[in-house]
């Protein structure tokens, strides 16, 4: 993992030291320039005082052991006088300001004439040089000395920025999962409170899914108590039944309890699983809403014959096809269909259809049983939420699973009055283009 | 004893009222909240077992007008709400015992025997007089150490008399006691009971009061 302080400090480091660089150059070529400019003034002021000494003014004492050298040539081109024997210029002599290379390196040269003498006054070049080098080095010293130490700089003091951030990982990091409440925004640098803000409310989010678990936890708890009572006394009475008629009646009472309390079990399951997908796509076969109407219907012909109720479709329209979960869209359409039977008194009918709207695909589900009062449309989507003088002993889940499986697919369930006077339950899929003729798949497997 | 059972839920309502007559009670059972405010007007109960969670008028409410009106009735709270608020509401409000679903039976029957054992004054779970022992736990009549055996609605009768000794009741408050609503009651089963009971239990312990009722005397 890339860690912000060492990346800051390597890159500080290298901009600083680069910059120093650069500096230490300038510093150089800037003293050399200087250094150039007195030293040719050197030795011309030389140069010049010599001849005029030779003219008769008196000159400059010339120090041996200096670094210049003097030499006087003579109109025959031959060397009259040399400063230091074996330190030889060349011989060319121009007049004025030259810089000649010798075996022993450049040379810097001010020749001057007096009469049909050459006064020619050498300097080395790599003197120089060194002098340049030192002055520049000199210059830069107190830099040197400030590049050694800044890293222990950059590192404590990039520490020491980054400090809120490390404050906010152990105030994370120390919390425990049940703790959601937001994290604190003063105090926190302008940088960091993006990470701050986004923090709570990814935590908000959290924290209402988790409420939500936790309710519905609750409420299945809850409403599991009611038919574990019921179970208990059944399986006790039938303990304690005087005679075999009686024990056989309690027997028959405790597996109609059992059955019961069997289908809120598996109508839970459905719901956590339907609300836990939540958000998620609900997957893209194509399902044939016809289809899957006519065999829902086959599935509770049975149960409809049972109670007495005509169950049928009434229109369906071949080219009602949508995208999802084939099996949670089985789920939601028995449950409607479910539902329309059980509430529908003997004699009563229900009817299934399956159309295309303008911008929609439908499942109608109508029946005429008592129908569900308009103040009471909202809430009977509440999950366990049973109409009060309900005969009817169902889980109060059905049409909360309904919701969260059009929910999911991105549909509206919208109830209504049916011509019967009953309950009319609309479900409207969004339009999507079936792509070509792909083949209409239907799990026939039992899902309700 | 004459019982009111309110619960909404029809299978453990059922259940709850099969129980609690197997132990010779008469029960009367609701279904919603409206119905057991009709009912507490209409007849005296012994006991009222109450769900909290009802439609049309909850638990709560029922209890607490109950309670405004002056009602002593005992009240047990059946309930699926377990939290220690819940349990502290339902107790504030003038309920006199808790029982959380799911619940054994047994359990049921005791709290119920607690109820109307402390309603009625005494403090000893088991009734005497002069040697007639009823205990009403254990459903045991015995004379002298004897053990009677009695039909459960000789044994209802024999225990709503032997409760207050001395103190006379009517002929209907004893019918109240022993049929709940829909239960068929012949005009003389009282005196049918009370014949019965004289002959297994000897002449002495029930005594008729002419245009009164029946009285077990303190001194038989």
């Given at each position: 993992m890339r860690s912000l302080r060492g990346a800051l400090l390597v890159t500080l480091l290298g901009a600083v030291t680069a910059a120093t660089a650069v500096g230490a150059v300038a510093a150089y070529r800037i003293a050399r320039r200087e250094i150039d400019a007195i030293f040719d003034y050197h030795l011309r002021q030389l140069a010049l005082s010599l001849r005029d000494r030779a003219l008769g003014f008196p000159g400059p004492?010339?120090?041996?052991?200096?670094?210049l050298v003097i030499q006087i040539w003579g109109?025959?081109?031959?060397?009259?006088?040399?400063?230091?024997?074996?330190a030889e210029l060349p011989d060319?002599?121009?007049?004025g300001f030259a810089t000649v290379s010798t075996p022993s390196g450049a040379w810097r040269v001010y020749s001057a004439a007096l009469g049909d003498q050459v006064i020619q006054v050498g300097q080395p070049l790599s003197v120089r040089g060194a002098l340049a080098f030192a002055a520049a080095v000199r210059t830069l010293a107190p830099l040197f000395l400030l590049l050694l130490l800044l890293p222990f700089l950059v590192w404590t003091l990039v520490g020491r920025g980054l400090a809120p951030l490390d404050r906010l990982a152990r105030a994370v990091a120390t919390?425990?999962?049940?703790?959601?409440d937001p994290l604190p925004?003063?105090?926190?640098p302008e940088e960091v409170r993006p990470l701050v803000r986004s923090l709570n409310g990814l935590m908000e989010r959290l924290s209402a899914a988790l409420e939500s678990q936790r309710a519905f936890v609750a409420d299945a708890a809850h409403e599991l108590r009611t038919p574990l009572a019921a179970l208990k006394l059944q399986a006790q009475l039938a303990e304690r039944a005087r005679d075999a008629g009686e024990r056989t009646s309690a027997l028959a009472e405790l597996e109609v309890g059992l059955d019961r309390a069997g289908h809120l079990v598996k109508q839970l399951l459905t719901l956590a699983r339907e609300e836990r997908g939540?958000?998620?796509?609900?997957?893209?076969e194509a399902v044939a809403l016809g289809e899957l109407a006519a065999q829902t219907i086959a599935d509770h012909a049975r149960l409809a014959e049972a109670k007495g109720v005509d169950l049928g479709a009434t229109a369906v329209d071949e080219r009602a096809v949508v995208r999802g979960d084939p099996v949670a869209l089985r789920t939601l359409l028995a449950n409607l269909v479910d539902n329309a039977v059980r509430y529908t008194p003997s004699g009563g009918r229900v009817d299934v259809a399956v159309g295309v709207g303008p911008a929609e695909s439908y499942l109608e589900v109508s029946d005429s049983g008592p129908g569900i009062p308009a103040r009471e449309r909202e809430r009977?989507?509440?999950?366990f939420y049973r109409r009060p003088g309900t005969r009817e002993e169902g889980s109060g889940l059905g049409l909360a699973i309904v919701k969260a499986i059009a929910e999911r697919h991105g549909a509206r369930v919208a109830l209504g009055t049916a011509a019967t006077g009953g309950l009319t339950v609309k479900v409207e899929f969004p339009l999507t283009t079936p792509t070509g003729t792909a083949a209409l798949k239907i799990p026939l497997r039992e899902s309700s | 004893m004459r019982l009111l059972l309110v619960e909404d839920d029809r299978m453990l309502g059922a259940s709850v009222q099969r129980g609690l007559r197997l132990e010779g009670h008469a029960v009367d059972w609701v279904e919603d909240g409206e119905a057991a405010a009709d009912a507490l007007r209409a007849e005296p109960y012994d006991l009222l077992l109450l769900d909290?969670?009802?439609?049309?008028?909850?638990g709560l409410e029922v209890l607490r007008e109950l309670r405004r009106g002056g009602e002593r009735t005992p009240v047990l709270v059946l309930t699926a709400r377990d939290a220690v608020a819940d349990r502290v509401a339902g107790l504030d409000a003038g309920a006199d015992d808790y029982l959380v679903k799911p619940f054994d039976l047994d359990e049921l029957n005791a709290r119920v025997r607690a109820l109307l054992r402390r309603s009625s004054g005494r403090a000893e779970p088991v009734l005497e007089v002069a040697g007639l022992r009823l205990d009403p736990a254990a459903h045991e009549v015995t004379l002298d150490g004897v053990p009677v055996t009695l039909s459960s609605r000789e044994f209802a009768l024999l225990e709503a008399l032997l409760e207050r000794p001395g103190r006379p009741m009517s002929r209907t408050r004893l019918e109240e006691r022993l049929y709940g609503w829909g239960e068929q009651v012949e005009s003389n089963a009282v005196e049918v009971h009370v014949h019965s009971l004289r002959k297994k239990l000897?002449?002495?312990?029930i005594q008729t009061l002419r245009g009164v009722g029946y009285v077990v005397p303190r001194a038989p």
């Open positions: 004492n010339v120090e041996t052991g200096s670094d109109p025959d081109g031959a060397r009259l006088y040399v400063s230091s024997p074996g060319e002599a121009v007049i919390r425990t999962p049940l703790a959601l925004e003063q105090g926190v939540a958000g998620e796509k609900p997957g893209e009977v989507f509440d999950r | 909290l969670g009802l439609p049309r008028r909850g000897g002449s002495r312990f």
